[in-house]
């Protein structure tokens, strides 16, 4: 049974914005550490952004400058903050979870062993 269920996505015109969400409530205890992947068609999947347990983030080259993770207070609710979208941010986004949250890994999907359904993101020029 999914746990992780992904909002926000949509058909957008290049440069606009969009806010992504996670929500993780239906676990008992919040995620250690949380994380945004992202597949477009015909492609693997590859890391957006991620926060560590002690707050941190690590951004994708791809979107440094341009987006931004973030949870709530009481950490069941994971957001990313998507600015001047582009085509080639054109992909399913999921979010992901864990609490064992392994050194080196939070930009891994082999660091994450919960995973949510997606939500599209296209991005038209």
């Known amino acids: 049974q999914v746990q992780l269920v992904e909002s926000g996505g949509g058909s957008v015109q290049a440069g606009v914005s969009l806010r992504l969400t996670c929500d993780a409530s239906?676990?008992?205890?919040?995620?250690?550490?949380m994380a945004w992947f992202r597949q477009a068609s015909g492609k693997g999947r590859e890391a957006v952004a991620a926060?560590?347990?002690?707050?941190?983030?690590s951004y994708a080259d791809s979107v440094k400058g341009r987006f931004t993770v973030s949870r709530d207070s009481d950490k069941i609710t994971l957001f990313l903050q998507m600015s001047n979208l582009k085509p080639e941010d054109t992909a399913v986004y999921y979010c992901?979870?864990?609490?064992?949250?392994?050194?080196?890994?939070?930009?891994?999907?082999?660091?994450?062993?919960?995973w949510g359904q997606g939500t599209q993101v296209t991005v038209s020029s």
């Open positions: 926060l560590a347990t002690d707050g941190s983030a």
């Open positions: 992901a979870a864990d609490w064992l949250c392994p050194l080196g890994k939070l930009m891994m999907e082999a660091g994450y062993f919960y």
């Open positions: 239906k676990y008992t205890h919040s995620p250690y550490c």
